[in-house]
């Protein structure tokens, strides 16, 4: 650990920190339906949608109406995936000529792509033609993204509206998302990462004569398009098989930076437009606070982690800390600092391979996700994730003071509590129960790389990342297997909807309530009492949950390479 590789970490907080409130201000106007500087040119867009899809745009839905309409958008999508995958062999823009992607593997990437997750049972580059790659993925990985930040709009209308019925127009959102916030970000991002040496091109993969003499295909094409969208939308699906350490996706130490930024950007000002709306910006920091809290414990411990290395690489004299697996081009910090990042978001895309991590350092990852990537999480989804913990929270506040627990003026009732830990308890139902049948299932065990802890570890992981919808990989298991398809699928749909649908219940029930006034009894949300035990009770709930499957994994590794032991 050095003083530079701290600077660096607090370079990256410093500007997260102050792009929130200005990209949160305009977010808030964007949703409010406010005038931008981008109205008079998008406005005659956004109208002529409007009018080719029949939509009112003032028309406001019920919580249930709202949720039913973002159901079937996405259903939609997911036939459209699956449908281009299974059909790619005879679509143009293949001059690879690949062929058509299997049932379940097409099944596995649909899912994975309208839920956010981008979890990748395939290499990119040998198996997706451009056409999929740009209608296919990348639009997805807008539409995903832009369903999660109005979903999380929403729960905030319901905090934020007194005696209302209704939690805005899901298809104007979603329009108003794509054409106001998303696409005017990637835009410019695509030309900088142009700039800095990414592939952005619909010509055929390139031929090259090495200097022994052999042939080798380099595969390129619209990439900086897609990777532009995956950091921005927390995507992280590849254009290529080594996502962000392949240098055609992550050239430079500036092009990583940037990226690492672009994962932030949207979850952290999300806090900032909460604040906003219920009108009270402290509200909003608070949460942020707490976020940061854990993220810059998640960054100290991964740091440290793999700073020191191993103990057997101690022993040998190598004292540079743990290198295996990562891009020299960016080291020890950048690539900790990046784990931890698009693990905390629900990004999942990787410049390092965390299956090389130490076993602490690979803890971080996983542990960011059992949390429910609420440390920033996904766009939109890490907040309203983050606001069922704050309704825990506050309820446990109120048992303990004998009060009926508020916040930001609302009354949380048994209605609230119930549905919010029935979103909570989706994480464990599916990432414990489908590893316990994995590591038992003989075809799932023989998808395992390593034996012992790690490979547990690498089980655990992949259910993780597919239930949290992170999308990030272990490495070293064999994904592309029916069950692992099928297993993975079921995973990603249940973590992504069976939290939405109790999340919007939430938002409807608040919205039709009236604000209570702040009296001397009332719990403060703003202060270091109520973010602590935000964390609090955040630790609790994961720790309980899951530190015993943790302990048959990282941490019985972690001891066991202490004692020279390895796997």
Known sequence: MTVLGWLQILLFCSIVVAVAPLLGGYMTRVFNGERTFLSSVLQ?????FYRVAGVDPKREQHWLTYTVAMLLFNAGGFLVLYGVM???????????????????????????????TNWQNYGGESTMSYLVQMLGLTSQNFLSAATGIVLAVALIRGFARMSARTLGNFWADITRCTLYVLLPICIPVSLFLVWQ?????????????????????IAVGPVASQVAIKMLGTNGGGFFNANAAHPFENPTALSNFVQMILIFMLGAALTNVFGRMVGNQRQG????????????AGVAVCYWAEANGTTLLSSLGLTGGNMEGKEVRFGIVAS????????????????????????????????????????????????????????ITVFVAGLMVGRTPEYVGKKIEAREVKMA?????????????WTAIAVVYPPAVASMANAGPHGFSEVLYAFTSQTANNGSAFAGLTGNTFFYNLAGAVAMFVGRFWMIVPAMAVAGSLAAKKTVAV?????????????????GVILIVGGLTFFPALALGPIVEHLAMQSGGLF
């Open 197 to 217: 040496g990414i592939p952005q091109t619909l010509g055929a993969y390139v031929d090259a004569t090495t200097l022994e003499g052999a042939r080798q295909t």
């Open 336 to 391: 900790a600092l990046f784990a931890v990042v698009t693990t905390a978001a629900s990004c999942g895309a990787v410049n390092a391979m965390h299956d090389s991590f130490t076993a602490l350092g690979g803890m971080i990852p996983l542990i960011n996700m059992e949390l429910g990537e609420i440390v920033v999480g996904g766009v939109g989804a890490g907040l309203y994730g983050m606001l069922l913990f704050v309704i």
């Open 86 to 116: 299974r059909l790619q062999a005879v679509l143009p823009f293949n001059p690879a000529g690949q062929s058509a992607v299997a049932p379940d593997l097409s099944f596995n990437t649909a899912v994975s792509f309208i839920t956010n």
């Open 44 to 48: 005659p867009v956004e109208g002529l």
């Open 421 to 433: 830990m029935l979103a909570i308890l989706v994480l464990p139902l599916m990432i414990l129960g």
């Open 285 to 296: 920091w608070a949460i942020l606070a707490a976020m940061g809290v854990l993220f810059i």
């Open 519 to 535: 009296s001397s009894g009332t719990f403060p949300t703003t202060g270091g009492l109520f973010v602590g035990l935000l964390v």
